[in-house]
Every structure is written in C-alpha cells, then in structure tokens.
C-alpha cells in the first residue's frame, strides 16, 4: 500500500503535514494541541528505526518499552497474517478462540502464586482499570462494599482511562487533568535517590513501610480495597525498590485483606530477563498482575490481567451468584492479538530471556560509567531497563530550573547522533529491544555519552550551568 512507503514517494513528508492539521497526538501541550509536527518514524529492524530523513537510529526505548523480541519480526508478522486469515475476530461476549485459552495457559504458568486466569485487555490503561473494577466487584460481591479505597505511590504511572490516570503520581500527571480523587490514596514515591540528606537506604524504606501501616491504622483496612503498584516505576524514573520494603508491603496487604496489584505493564515479557518479575525477581505473590506492551512486542494493542484463583473460587462461593462482573471489551480475548503473543512467548523462551539476563550487567555497567560526566547525577537500573538521572549540582542533587529540559537537550544531540532517547524531564529513560548485542550497547552508551557532552557544553556556553 502506498501509505506503508514514506519518503521513497513523497508520503513521509506529506504525512506530516496531514498530522499538524489532522492528528491529536498523545499528551500534548495545550499551544501546541492539534498542529505538531512530531518526528515521523519510517520503518523498523531488529533494535534500529529509521527516520522521515532515512535516517537509522537505535530505538533506545523500545517504541514505548514495548518492542521486545525487535523490529520487523518475520515470525510474528506471519502469526497475524495467518490468524486473521483463519479468525479475524470473534465476540468474546458469548463465544471464544483457541489462542487466548492457550495464551492464559501458558501465561499462569508463568506467574507467580496461584495467579491462574487472565483477563485479556486492549493495553495497560485498561488492565489497571479492569484490575480496580475486579476489586470493586469482588467486595461488593462479598458484602464489603465500604472496602474501596485504592493506595498509589509519587512517581507511579498506571495508564490514561479515568480511574487509572488517577492514580498516576508523576510531576505534570494531574496537574490540568481531573481524577477519581475521593477513591485514590497517595504515598511517597520510593525513589530513594531523593530521600532526604543523610539519611541510609534502609531508614528510607522504613519510612515507605512505616508511612504504609500508618495509612492503613488512619483509614482502617476495612476501607482500603487494593494497593497498586509497578515492582520497579518505570515512566517514574526507573526507580527500583529500595530494600525488601515491596515484600514487606506485600505481608501488610495481606494481614489487612488488601489486594496487591503489581502492575507488571513494562517489567513483565522479558524487561527484567523474566515473564514476571514480581516473583522471579522480587518473591512476590501478588493477588493480581496487570501486563500489556511486551506480551505482543507492540505488534498488536493487547493487556490483561491475571488474577488469583483464590479470588475466583470466593466469588464462586458467595452468597451471589447470579452478581454480574459486568465489565468486558470488544477486544478482549482478541485473536490475532493472542496469537502473536504466543509466537511472542516463543521468542522470549527460545533466548531473548536468557539473552537479556546475559546482557544485563553488561548494560548497566556500560551505562554506569556515564556518572563521570559532571550533569549525571545517578545511572540506575536493572535488567534491560535504566534511567539517566542529569543534576544541575551533584552536591544538593538539585532538582531545579536546569533539570526542566536537559532530557529534550540530550535527546536532540542523541538523534543528530543516531539514538533515539526518552526524554522524562531531567533524565533519560533507557530500555532498549531485547535482542540487542554487547557491540551495540556499546554504540548506545557511546552515543549517549556524546550526546551528554554536547549538552553539557551548549549549557556552559549559555552561562545557566558551571559544571
Ligand atoms: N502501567 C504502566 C506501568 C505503564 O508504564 C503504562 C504505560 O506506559 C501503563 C500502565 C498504561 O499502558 P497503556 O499505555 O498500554 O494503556
């Protein structure tokens, strides 16, 4: 089709004038809504894109941590073209497909616990909010209605449906957006790069702890329905769990009856070298995980939800069986989507898991070496995912002025270069397709470092920055 060719015809640069005039892109700024010309994207291999110029760059996030098993796929290309050839599309409302029964098998069988049925999705916003509405129906079910309340933490982000969104605690998430706020509690973020001066690790995850029995004596349990969330905060800042405090949390959820949702979006279908990371990573059983973006590569929208049998069997006790989990998409169970997500789950199985948890300490320690630059003040992360956390001043961490669009900087000079960042603020998120070798990392970090040079430069030349 003509519009699958870009600059070969012309279309590349015409499709960008079509966009400022016809296109609302995802979370614009308001002088902007309705007429950006956001950099057009081409084509796609393995850990590369290329760009409306021809330009090829390193996909460095993954599209949107999605991209797993890479680029241009043949076998999964295939899986879709051959499923929508025998079953296009089928209503989940009274009839079903073999891929989404073979998909819930295989994926219970990764999960932890006695998490055993999925619930499928059309993305993450959509299993969070499947996810809340479970809980929700599982206590009213259970003559429990007053049990509603939802816990969240600073620097979470679980999705852009209401009730998802409003749980998101990231700077800028809410700041012009309403939200669910009479069902949403917060917390602190975990991010213990910002803990307070002087203070150990492990006092900071006491705190976390101690501010989460806190919130439940204050509230009371009776009225907290589900704590939500991501084993490492991805769009957050790549922040991982200081401690075991996620553990410990997990035991308090318990006492208290309180569901423990991991929202699994980015670090579940390999991102951590695991399907789940909740319990191969962190000896967690959660009461539900949520998943979308890896479970397809980002080859076809799908989400879900896994929920724990024990819930399922008390629903199937109670004293209501005729009570309606009146909740379902049009695209729930979809076909074509289940089955590349096996074709999916092959690939990881096959090697890209145990290649990522080869490439891991290579990845980070590659990226580590970033911290001689004088503008990093912190390289994190694990697995296949990292964050580049730039400070104007190493000293105070200060989060200040400067901090606003060093990202955006950094990424401007990383494109020139051939690496395409995502730009959070004043850090850099990177987690790129699985498949990606030593010597690419290599051109990544390298690229990256450069990339950060002539920011910090073009910053000294402007006088707003000293380092
Ligand atoms: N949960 C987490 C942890 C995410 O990172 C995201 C998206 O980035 C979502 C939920 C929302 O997923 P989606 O954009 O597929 O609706």
Known sequence: AEWIVGTQNGQGAHSVELAKRHLVQPWPEAGEIGSEAR??????????????????????????????????????????YDQAMQLSYNTPWY?????????????????????????????????????LRFMQFYNNVRGRPEKKLILSRGGAYHGSTYLSASLNGRPRDRDWMNGADDLVVKLSSPNAFRRPAGMTVEAFADGLVAEFEETVQRLGADRIGAFVGEPVQASGGV??????????????CRDNDILFIADEVVTAFGRLGHVF??????GLDPDMITFAKGVTSGYFPLGGMIVSDRLLAELRRSNHPTAMYAHGLTYTSHPVGCAVALANLDLLENGVLEHTRAMAPYFQAQLKTLEELPLVGEVRGIGLMACVECVADRESRNPLQLDKNVGERIDAHCHELGLLVR?????????????????????MVGILREGISRTMDDLRKEGVWRG
């Open 423 to 443: 730009p959070l603020i004043n850090m850099c998120v990177m987690s790129p397709p699985l498949v990606i070798t030593k010597e690419q990392i290599d051109d």
């Open 239 to 252: 922040v991982l769990p200081p401690g075991n405090y996620l553990q410990r949390i997990r035991g308090i």
């Open 277 to 282: 990371a909740s319990g191969e990573v962190f």
């Open 95 to 131: 009839t079903m497909n073999a891929p989404s029964a073979v998909l819930a098998e295989r994926i219970a069988g990764h999960a932890p616990g006695d998490l055993s049925h999925v619930f499928y999705t059309t993305g993450g916003s959509t299993a969070v909010e499947s996810a």
């Open 39 to 80: 950099a057009l994207i081409e084509g796609g291999e393995g850990i590369y894109i290329t760009d409306g110029e021809g330009k090829r760059l390193i996909d460095g996030p993954a599209g949107m941590w999605c991209v797993n098993v890479g680029h241009r796929r043949e076998e999964l290309a295939r899986v879709m």
